[in-house]
């Protein structure tokens, strides 16, 4: 305990330093056990209550499975205004400037009859009620509830890591009446501001609307409008997204044997062609259970992306459950259609590929596998409300000079991507793109191929990376789209961390305990293979940790250990990846059995 403590007051020079007394494969071993978290204990049952702390409060705090942010929010507010409907007592729904927190505005003159109601409602049973002030800076409790009332559930995961609570409560707001001056009207005025008015008149036309219209945060309610609001609450933004944005993911498994097979086959082909290391290196296809946790962090953090479309090599995850309408997984022949060389093993030819994907929105958001939202987002993190797109640069340059054989593939497609910039628009990138997920607009894309139908198609002629590889979605996009008028820079706060590098537990420890980036990457771009059982420990310890929740795009746990006997190419061909879904039989090792041999 000493020395993990000693160790992370260190400078990170110093600890660098320090390492480098040991050999190679031994460096991530060390730093790993130095700052090792909590192991995670057994998990408790759904519906349990498990002493927990709630932003430095000690509370009791129900055990759920697959708890949400947004789950969080809806729950807390549609049990208070069950109470305040009991009751008979007049409220109106406010859009606060929190985003995460819910607002409910009552008069102060029913403020003892609110509090009598919330206390001796049933539907609160196990519900934290603190009175105290609502202001600018938030929530404070005290012994009156002079501006206000805080409810919520306290809530956890089956290992008690991590707390929804106050975060996601519902703030009741007491509001006061003021008579108007020489026969004006009388106004009611807030106890703090909002995104409308603080000031409002006393008599409005009552409007109900859905939760997507209280906070951007919240996606279209499927119930439709139910919650009570004023008129001045009710219309859309201007600077709030209302276009629809979905999620693209490539993944592989590259453990999975019958892909191996086609990967091999595909190398055997090639002849003496000279084929970049790194195309092929290990790293590039290997698979730590990133994609569930991504997706945890998509659904815990991101709850206004509409769909998910999961592109693979005509593989499934042994976990995922993609029986429902969010989430499409569509395989490399659907994407490429006629076009290109299939089997590929080059991630520039899959996103050559993305926009016709059937289905997809507009505006997307597209996702490497080990890409993971790190706090709850907005959509307009990526996108304005005028449709217009946002892209990160990276302080990194582009090397000088034309592609070539000896550069890394990256770094060819990178200066490919400068020369077309140049030939169109008359003018010469120098930035890389953050290695964050990309806000891409559909209609560019297809401009792109369009425009330069040769280049595009040998990229997806590519079965490995190539020296003549364009890299679209990466980077080429952003820039076509700034110079068309549909892009413009922005900024993120994000979290780069290469899993090979002996810093890496170190600052996986700082991103777990402050939870202060939007988006984070834990990529692995060349390891060799004696530090991929390290990595994949220091995964394991980190990712459950960080999102604790189940998703709803994950199977139950018996029926994903029962399929995990398979592979992933084996259970897309007994789920029917030929338009079919996956119905309970088509899980079983017998349909395997039967129907692939």
């Known amino acids: 305990m000493i020395a993990h403590k000693l160790y992370r007051l260190l400078p990170k020079s110093r600890r660098l330093k320090m390492l480098e007394v040991l050999p190679p494969d031994r460096r991530l071993w060390l730093v790993r056990r130095l700052t090792r978290q909590r192991a995670l204990g057994s998990p408790a049952v759904a519906g349990d209550l498990v002493r927990a702390r709630d932003r430095g409060a000690a509370v009791q705090a129900r055990v759920e499975v697959g708890a949400t942010p947004a789950w969080a929010w809806r729950r807390n507010l549609d049990a208070v205004v069950a109470v305040l409907?009991?009751?008979?007592?007049?409220?109106?729904?406010?859009?606060?400037?929190?985003?995460?927190?819910?607002?409910?505005?009552?008069?102060?003159?029913?403020?003892?009859?609110?509090?009598?109601?919330?206390?001796?409602?049933?539907?609160?049973?196990?519900?934290?009620?603190?009175?105290?002030?609502?202001?600018?800076?938030?929530?404070?409790?005290?012994?009156?509830?002079?501006?206000?009332?805080q409810v919520y559930f306290p809530v956890t995961d089956p290992r008690g890591t991590t707390v929804l609570g106050s975060g996601s409560a519902c703030e009741i707001e007491f509001w006061r009446r003021v008579p108007g001056a020489d026969g004006a009207p009388d106004t009611i005025v807030g106890p703090r501001g909002n995104e409308v008015a603080t000031a409002l008149p006393a008599e409005a036309e009552i409007r109900h609307v859905g939760a997507a219209t209280l906070s951007p945060f919240m996606p279209d309610d499927d119930a439709g409008p139910r919650y009570r609001t004023r008129e001045e609450f009710a219309g859309a933004p201007a600077e709030q997204v209302r276009f629809p944005i979905d999620a693209v993911y490539t993944w592989v498994d590259g453990g999975d044997p019958d892909w191996l097979r086609r990967k091999n086959a595909a190398l055997a082909a090639l002849g003496h062609q000279q084929i970049n290391i790194i195309a092929t290196n290990q790293s590039r296809f290997i698979s730590r259970d990133e994609l569930r946790y991504s997706l945890r962090s998509m659904a815990a953090f991101a709850p206004w992306i509409r769909r998910i479309f999961l592109v693979t090599d005509d593989q499934i995850p042994p976990w995922l459950d993609d029986s429902g309408p969010r989430i499409t997984v569509v395989s490399h022949r659907e994407l490429f259609g006629g076009t290109g060389a299939l089997p590929t093993f080059n991630s520039h030819a899959i996103e050559s590929r993305l926009h016709r994907i059937p289905g997809l929105a507009e505006h997307f958001i597209y996702f490497n596998d080990d890409m993971f939202f790190g706090r709850p987002v907005l959509p307009t993190a990526f996108f304005h409300a005028n449709g217009i797109a946002k892209f990160f640069q990276s302080t990194a340059q582009l090397e000088a000079g034309p592609a070539t054989v000896h550069d890394a593939p990256v770094t060819a497609a990178g200066k490919n991507n400068r020369r077309h910039i140049e030939e169109h628009f008359g003018v010469s990138i120098a930035q890389k793109m953050q290695h964050v997920p990309y806000a891409l607009q559909k209609s560019v894309l297809e401009e792109i191929e369009q425009t330069l139908p040769e280049d595009v198609l040998r990229t997806a002629e590519h079965q490995f990376r190539?020296?003549?590889?364009?890299?679209?979605?990466?980077?080429?996009?952003?820039?076509w789209a700034f110079l068309t008028r549909r892009a413009v820079p922005g900024s993120i706060k994000y979290t780069y961390a290469d899993l090979a590098h002996p810093s890496t537990p170190v600052?996986?420890?700082?991103?777990?305990?402050?939870?202060?980036?939007?988006?984070?990457?834990?990529?692995?771009?060349?390891?060799?293979?004696?530090?991929?059982?390290?990595?994949?420990?220091?995964?394991?310890?980190?990712?459950?940790?960080?999102?604790?929740?189940?998703?709803?795009?994950?199977?139950?746990?018996?029926?994903?250990e029962e399929r995990s006997a398979f592979s992933a190419t084996e259970l897309a061909l007994a789920a029917g990846r030929h338009g079919k879904r996956l119905v309970p039989r088509q899980h079983t090792k017998e349909y395997v059995r039967d129907n692939h041999g």
């Open 85 to 149: 409907d009991a009751a008979e007592i007049d409220y109106f729904c406010v859009r606060p400037h929190g985003y995460q927190h819910s607002a409910v505005a009552v008069s102060v003159e029913d403020r003892a009859r609110t509090l009598s109601a919330l206390h001796g409602a049933a539907g609160l049973a196990g519900a934290r009620i603190l009175a105290g002030d609502v202001t600018e800076r938030g929530f404070r409790a005290g012994r009156t509830a002079r501006g206000g009332v």
């Open 466 to 479: 190539h020296p003549g590889d364009l890299s679209i979605p990466s980077s080429l996009q952003h820039y």
């Open 507 to 560: 600052q996986l420890a700082f991103l777990l305990a402050k939870r202060h980036c939007d988006v984070f990457c834990l990529n692995d771009t060349d390891s060799a293979e004696v530090a991929l059982a390290e990595q994949a420990a220091m995964m394991a310890d980190f990712l459950p940790h960080y999102f604790p929740f189940r998703s709803p795009f994950e199977l139950p746990d018996d029926l994903a």
